[in-house]
């Protein structure tokens, strides 16, 4: 249990059976009564928001929460395999976990995922990946002037902007916490 002397942001709580994460968090103390600790608390599971304030003498539980490094193996469906390299446990996660981020995952990717109760609820990858361009329409030569962004469809089926001098074949880093490009790293055949 944390009492309220022990809330700040970034801590992880438990409310109603659900795991949370403090995102804002302010002290205030008026001229008279208690102190008051005012919170905006986000709902791991659901990604919902909450104001709640807590005075001094409350009690928090604190959630069961465990952060485990596991290299993603393969997809089966609408689930993604990911294994222990200890243990050589298998967790199935459903795409719904991983939203997005699906489009991100490399074999032998090693990650981290945050299991509450022994169910997996986040996942977080890398910050860059490389992906090569499937396909995109061919740059313009001598268009530098200003930062034109162009389709580009990656070998996964995502679609992210690129720079106009990006081509088909070419492989890119992307920012795993934005789905963005962030640059070229080797030119294409």
Do not use: W
């Amino acid at each position: 249990m944390y009492t309220a002397s022990d809330l700040r942001k970034g801590l992880k709580i438990e409310i109603d059976g659900a795991p949370c994460v403090i995102t804002d968090f302010q002290f205030m103390k008026p001229g008279k009564g208690q102190a008051l600790y005012r919170c905006k608390i986000k709902n791991l599971i659901t990604g919902a928001t909450v104001d709640k304030t807590y005075r001094a003498v409350d009690k928090i539980d604190k959630p069961n929460l465990e952060q485990r490094d596991l290299i993603y193996s393969y997809q089966d469906g609408a689930h993604f395999v990911f294994m222990d390299n200890d243990t050589y446990e298998q967790v199935l996660i459903d795409e719904e976990v991983l939203g997005d981020q699906r489009y991100f995952l490399v074999e032998d990717m090693e990650v981290e995922i945050l299991f509450h109760n022994n169910n997996p609820i986040e996942v977080t990858l890398p910050v860059f990946i490389e992906k090569d361009i499937a396909e995109t329409e061919p740059g313009v030569r001598g268009d530098t002037a200003t930062n034109v962004m162009k389709p580009a469809k990656l070998d996964n089926g995502y679609e992210i902007q690129v720079p106009l001098f990006i081509n088909q074949g070419d492989r890119v880093r992307i920012d795993t916490r934005t789905g963005k490009y962030a640059d070229r790293v080797s030119k294409g055949f």
